[in-house]
């Protein structure tokens, strides 16, 4: 694939052979398929929306101040030390903006068209700046790249953001927003969260402490952990294999499952979706990470598939 292909097409394949495939569409860089063996590892909703303005529902979002995401009550429990400036820095026209951030509803560019590495393994690299679009929701000038590699079992996602201001400081929020396709989420298990506190977004945002060495998935689900471990094993993914998800500069964790009720008010969600699809997110999200002038933050992601049936 040359990048003037690309240019004229919203998506870019990166092919490692044997069925193993990785699929990105350049609207929001939303991973929309990962293929492992001819094995579909990611849900996206059969209702998803691919206009290029609504985000697409499923796969991997990219998201970026995702600022709404906390009402001031939730937020301000969810703080050990309280700042007023810098909840207060999230609001102005931003209140306005979508919820998600403007990264997934955005087209980004392919900086490096899918490339094959010495070891086999395919290598793309995306990137979006400020544009007015950006400017009109969020006044800052940034960098964002993203390198994705794709190995044999393997999908690895790499993040910089940059501030190139001289006197400006910037504050975001960022979350990789992994659908995980599963054959029944109730049967998912999801490790690395005991003892972690979470904000239970279903229940007004009380903080809770998790008690269990698993996590399962039972009833309406939407929770941010924080200062989650680096890695957590799913459980019960697709034919019945682990996923294991590797984290590097991503304090927390979001677990979610819309279940009955929320999925129907979904308009690009079908009503019987649920049991099929498990989100397990990496992000910052309970506290914003603040990019003075000239400064870079970086952060990536693994997540491998285990090859041994359980
Ligand atoms: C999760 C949030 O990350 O995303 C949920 O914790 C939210 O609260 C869900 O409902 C889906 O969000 P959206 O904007 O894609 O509908």
Redesign the pocket.
């Known amino acids: 694939t040359t990048a003037a292909a690309v240019a004229a097409t919203s998506v870019v394949v990166l092919d490692r052979g044997n069925n193993t495939t990785c699929t990105i569409n350049l609207h929001g860089a939303t991973v929309v398929s990962w293929r492992v063996n001819n094995q579909e590892q990611l849900f996206v909703s059969k209702l998803a929306s691919f206009d290029g303005k609504k985000?697409i529902?499923g796969g991997i979002?990219f998201?970026f101040r995702k600022f709404l995401?906390l009402p001031f009550h939730m937020w301000m429990r969810s703080q050990t030390v309280f700042h007023l400036p810098s909840y207060l820095a999230q609001f102005g026209p931003w209140t306005f903006g979508p919820?998600?951030g403007f990264a997934r509803i955005t087209r980004w560019h392919l900086d490096r068209a899918p490339e094959r590495l010495h070891n086999g393994d395919v290598e793309a690299i995306f990137s979006l700046m400020d544009n007015d679009f950006t400017r009109s929701i969020w006044n800052y000038q940034f960098r964002i790249t993203y390198r994705l590699i794709l190995r044999e079992k393997e999908l690895h996602f790499h993040i910089g953001v940059y501030n190139p201001s001289k006197d400006l400081s910037f504050s975001f929020n960022m979350?990789l927003?992994t659908y995980l396709k599963v054959p029944d989420v109730r049967r998912c298990q999801i490790t690395g969260l005991q003892g972690c506190h979470f904000i239970d977004?279903t229940r007004e945002g009380a903080i809770y402490q998790e008690g269990r060495e698993v996590v399962t998935v039972n009833e309406w689900t939407?929770r941010?952990y924080q200062h989650t471990p680096q890695e957590h094993v799913i459980t019960n993914v697709v034919s019945g294999r682990k996923m294991r998800l590797h984290k590097y500069n991503f304090p927390d964790t979001?677990i979610?499952n819309?279940w009955i009720d929320?999925s129907r008010e979904?308009s690009d969600f079908g009503d019987d979706e649920f049991p099929n699809m498990l989100?397990v997110?990496a992000g910052n999200v309970s506290a914003p990470v603040i990019l003075l002038p000239g400064t870079a933050f970086e952060a990536s992601q693994i997540l491998q598939v285990f090859m041994h049936i359980i």
Request: proline share 11%.
């Open positions: 985000a529902r979002p998201v995401l919820q998600h979350l927003h977004k939407d941010i979001v979610w819309p929320r979904m989100c997110e």
